[in-house]
């Protein structure tokens, strides 16, 4: 098991200290990030860490015009629209819905995103020729939803009953949910889709779980799920619902497994996007890169409170089990 040291981020980014801003100059390239993430997340951080390892520093040859989603999805248009007024050098988009606006508001400004499917949600022509404005890094592949249901399946002995937290503002979901419904047909599991557009919703989506007799749970990737990230390991220990995740964060505060790419190793290597396209570089020209491996992370602790016993080729293959 590996040490995490989490790092608390600024919880509000739209105010910097004076003395701070006072050391940029007008020529000081800015970037405009909308962040998804909670603010005790390392993944930020990642970004940043990445932007100062390639010799940027923050307030004095870089700005990070900085905009918190905490939940809301709804404001990405306004935050967008906000960040282009500002007319900043490059946009950092963390999620596929923040991409997708930034991609509407702008066809000049160079958009750097971390998304699902940029492909098949028309962020790129293709990976390897994005064209236009936007280029970035892609967390998904076509067969990870399947696998992780066959994971889940794997994990909780005689599964044929998993909920789904989907939300049907993200247009990925729907293809998250298509691959899934292939992946159930060949393991004999019936999804019961679970509709969780705002943080609010988390409370009633469990109870109709368990209404619907659901022996397990499928968390689809979004940065709505990514702020409640202690509300869902909570409700998922009180409903006693074996749960996967697709991001490593969610075992690390106490969810049950999670099979996914690691999205510090994402967050990091967008800054190398950001800065190729401050040296000169056109993001029609940078292929969108896919992540070379996925991570399994198991939470034993979990495991044992829901009385679960972790299958030996589990613990074999995963890449850290947390005690």
């Not at 790092?7 to 105010?15: G, Q, W």
């Not at 400004?109 to 699902?116: F, L, Q, S």
């Not at 899934?180 to 609010?200: F, Y």
């Not at 988390?202 to 022996?215: H, I, L, V």
Request: aromatic letters at 8%; charged letters at 20%.
């Amino acid at each position: 098991m590996r040490r995490r040291e989490f790092i608390v981020l600024f919880s509000s980014a739209a105010t910097w200290p004076p003395a701070a801003a006072a050391q940029t100059s007008p020529k000081t390239p800015r970037i405009g990030c909308i962040v998804g993430v909670p603010a005790d997340s390392p993944v930020f951080e990642a970004f940043r860490q990445g932007l100062r390892e390639l010799g940027y520093v923050e307030w004095q040859t870089i700005a990070l015009e900085l905009r918190w989603l905490e939940g809301h999805l709804e404001r990405i248009p306004d935050l967008v629209a906000e960040l282009v007024r500002l007319k900043v050098d490059v946009l950092f988009m963390s999620n596929s819905v923040a991409a997708l606006a930034a991609k509407n508001a702008t066809r000049t400004i160079p958009i750097v995103m971390i998304g699902a499917d940029p492909v098949g949600q028309g962020l790129v022509a293709s990976l390897s020729r994005p064209g236009g404005n936007v280029t970035g890094l892609s967390g998904f592949n076509e067969a990870i939803s399947g696998k992780r249901l066959q994971l889940l399946k794997e994990f909780v002995p005689g599964l044929t009953r998993v909920a789904v937290v989907m939300n049907p503002l993200m247009d990925v979901h729907a293809i998250f949910w298509r691959e899934s419904e292939v992946a159930a047909h060949k393991l004999g599991v019936t999804l019961q889709p679970l509709e969780v557009r705002g943080l609010d919703d988390f409370e009633r989506a469990f109870a109709a779980a368990k209404r619907g007799n659901a022996q397990a749970l499928l968390v689809f990737d979004d940065p709505l799920h990514g702020m409640g990230i202690h509300r869902i390991v909570d409700l998922a220990a009180s409903s006693r619902l074996p749960a996967m995740y697709g991001s490593r964060e969610f075992p690390v505060y106490g969810g049950l497994i999670s099979y996914g790419a690691n999205l510090v190793v994402l967050f990091r290597r967008a800054a190398t996007f950001v800065d190729n396209i401050l040296k000169g570089a056109k993001p029609a020209d940078l292929p969108v890169e896919q992540p070379t491996k996925f991570e399994l992370v198991i939470n034993l602790k979990t495991a044992k409170a829901l009385g679960l016993d972790v299958p030996p080729t589990l613990l074999v293959r995963a890449d850290e089990v947390i005690e």
